[in-house]
């Protein structure tokens, strides 16, 4: 089963191991250690690697369609956020009448906009089922008329990537509008619980931290899956040879939809579970910006690997925090310097760095077992 194939692969099987042994030691350290203990890891940074965790989802979703489907996407950041919305929609109804004005219906924001009635629209997030399953529908959907669209056209290349970057800043400007019933400027924030358990607690962090890390494995086992297969590699010919793999009587624009929407949908999942840890959703995440942040995670990372995006997600965002804490001004400057010297002197990224030394490596071996037969 295509499933199955990549836990034969030893990348694979490294990477499940250092994700479930990452998330052990965490897990363990906040529990069992005092808080005054060196080694004790707090609620605040456990929150922080959760949010990591779900930017590494994200990154693999833009790795899947970039690195194998050659597609430039730089609007992805519209399907994390519509995840995000999803999941806050169904955070807010169950505010209740623990909101400030006390409605049991209506969030608060409605209120303050003198809403009647809840719009149609929002029916439905009050049960977590429903809410779960637009967290996928709702990107997937956007991603499935969008990109049917757009490669029936047989539009790509940087015009692909322009009309991606206009259909998030479009939706951004529509989110940001009261009339659409979505908090406007302010967006979705002041949730209480999800499930039943209280958000504020520690115990609630350390399981969306956990359930964090579960999702990045099972988005990252899904995507090795689809790159192992048939399909990846029929991906890879449209990256390659769009043209010759038409004439070789492959219906490219169904490729390319499929994948598209697999990956919308698993950078909705990530929208979803950074929302209830972050505790806010708003049209900032709609921004071009952050979309292109992901494309340079990819890149740093190194693209068409999934374990590259990664590693280029960990270590931007963990250098976004350091930087934004120390010189808030000279991050973008930090991040724009950080994509030119990737693209100048690391063409293929961290991994394509790694692989050229254990090749490298595994040469040089060769080499001295051929010079120990010669003697």
């Known amino acids: 089963m295509w499933l199955t194939r990549p836990f034969q692969e030893r990348s694979t099987q490294i990477f499940l191991g250092v994700l479930f042994t990452a998330l052990a030691v965490v897990t363990v350290l906040h529990l069992t250690m005092p808080k005054d203990s060196a080694l004790y890891v707090s609620s605040y940074t456990v929150t922080l690697l959760g949010k990591y965790l779900c930017y590494a989802l994200l990154a693999v979703a833009v790795d899947l369609v970039w690195g194998y489907l050659g597609i430039l996407s730089l609007g992805h950041g519209a399907f994390f956020a519509l995840g995000g919305y999803a999941m806050g929609m169904y955070l807010m109804r169950q505010i209740g009448d623990r909101g400030v004005y006390g409605d049991p219906i209506l969030p608060d924001f409605m209120v303050f906009l003198n809403w009647q009635e809840l719009p149609w629209y929002w029916l439905g997030f009050d049960m977590a089922w429903f809410a779960f399953i637009m967290v996928l529908l709702a990107p997937g959907l956007l991603a499935l008329v969008f990109g049917f669209l757009a490669f029936r056209s047989r539009v790509t290349g940087v015009y692909l990537s322009i009309i991606t970057q206009a259909l998030t800043f479009a939706l951004m400007l529509a989110f940001f509008r009261n009339e659409m019933g979505f908090g406007g400027n302010n967006g979705l924030t002041d949730f209480k619980d999800i499930l039943g358990f209280d958000l504020r607690t520690n115990a609630t962090r350390l399981g969306l931290f956990i359930a964090s890390g579960i999702a990045l494995a099972i988005g990252y086992v899904i995507c090795r899956g689809i790159v192992t297969s048939k399909l990846g590699r029929v991906s890879v010919a449209c990256r390659d040879a769009e043209a010759r793999t038409r004439f070789l009587g492959y219906r490219v624009e169904r490729v390319q939809l499929f994948v598209f929407v697999i990956s919308a949908m698993l950078a909705g999942v990530a929208g979803a579970l950074y929302v209830p840890q972050v505790g806010i959703i708003n049209p900032s995440e ?33 250098a976004k925090t350091v930087f934004t804490g120390v010189m808030p001004d000279a991050w ?44």
């Not at 400057?333 to 692989?355: C, D, E, H, R």
Request: charged share 15%; net charge positive.
């Open 332 to 375: 973008l400057f930090a991040l724009g310097g950080l994509f030119v010297i990737v693209t100048v002197f690391l063409p293929k990224g961290i991994a394509g760095l790694l692989s050229k030394r254990k090749k490298a490596r595994a040469s040089d071996d060769d080499l001295t077992d051929a010079q120990e037969v010669a003697a």
């Open 286 to 318: 709609f921004s071009p910006l952050f979309s292109i942040e992901i494309v340079v995670w990819v890149a740093l990372g190194g693209r068409a690997t999934l374990y590259g995006a990664v590693i280029g997600a960990l270590l931007v965002n963990y």
